[in-house]
T-cell receptor, first 113, second 113 residues
Framework: GENVEQHPSTLSVQEGDSAVIKCTYS??????FPWYKQELGKRPQLIID?????GEKKDQRIAVTLNKTAKHFSLHITETQPEDSAVYFC????????????FGTGTRLQVTL | GAGVSQSPRYKVAKRGQDVALRCDPI?????LFWYQQALGQGPEFLTY????????KSGLPSDRFFAERPEGSVSTLKIQRTQQEDSAVYLC???????????FGDGTRLSIL
């Protein structure tokens, strides 16, 4: 089955700096890669996603890049703000089959003033 | 409704008791997923419904876990003879179709004493 690894497990940046979170996946048939933000005690919220026919996608301060050959994808947050502090999860899905998401272990991002 | 709704938000049970967790998906969403999230970990897949059909239950950890979605809308996850290792947050997600983005509820935090 699919295995997703995520690094780093914790990340502390100063407000205004950039943050990068990296994930690798094992199943070359995976073709959909969402990112979720989860605040303490809250639901995971979808913040951005990318499909395997695209190499990069951007939404304001958030961008995701995908390297299919290397089987890794990354989340980039620019101009970080205190409200970006949360746990971020990457996930991989092989669409067209059972459609389950396989999640990474999460990155706790702390944005300090 | 506006989002995926889960109840109860918190459930405390004694070891050996049976529990039932409810999920109300977003209206019209065909696909419904259950995930289990242990403390400090990413969500792990339990089971998947498309309408009323349970298409994948490969993630259910034992035969004490049972899920149903009899009318293709509300779903119930039942755990029989609960054990301490069942303590976790149980998340429900729904999507318009099997290959569409999944939207999560706030989860039920289950504590087994």
């Amino acid at each position: 089955g699919e295995n997703v690894e995520q690094h780093p497990s914790t990340l502390s940046v100063q407000e205004g700096d950039s943050a990068v979170i990296k994930c690798t996946y094992s199943d070359s048939a995976s073709n959909y890669f969402p990112w979720y933000k989860q605040e303490l005690g809250k639901r995971p919220q979808l913040i951005i996603d990318i499909r395997s026919n695209v190499g990069e996608k951007k939404d304001q301060r958030i961008a995701v890049t995908l390297n299919k050959t290397a089987k890794h994808f990354s989340l980039h947050i620019t101009e970080t703000q205190p409200e970006d502090s949360a746990v971020y999860f990457c996930a991989a899905q092989r669409t067209g089959t059972a459609s389950k998401l396989t999640f990474g272990t999460g990155t706790r991002l702390q944005v300090t003033l | 409704g506006a989002g995926v709704s889960q109840s109860p938000r918190y459930k405390v049970a004694k070891r050996g008791q049976d529990v039932a967790l409810r999920c109300d998906p977003i209206s019209g969403h065909v696909s419904l997923f259950w995930y289990q999230q242990a403390l400090g970990q990413g969500p792990e897949f339990l089971t998947y419904f498309q309408n009323e059909a349970q298409l994948d239950k490969s993630g259910l950890p034992s035969d004490r876990f049972f899920a149903e979605r009899p009318e293709g809308s509300v779903s119930t996850l039942k755990i029989q003879r609960t054990q301490q290792e069942d303590s976790a947050v149980y998340l429900c997600a729904s999507s318009p179709g099997p290959d569409q983005p999944q939207h999560f509820g706030d989860g039920t935090r289950l504590s087994i004493l």
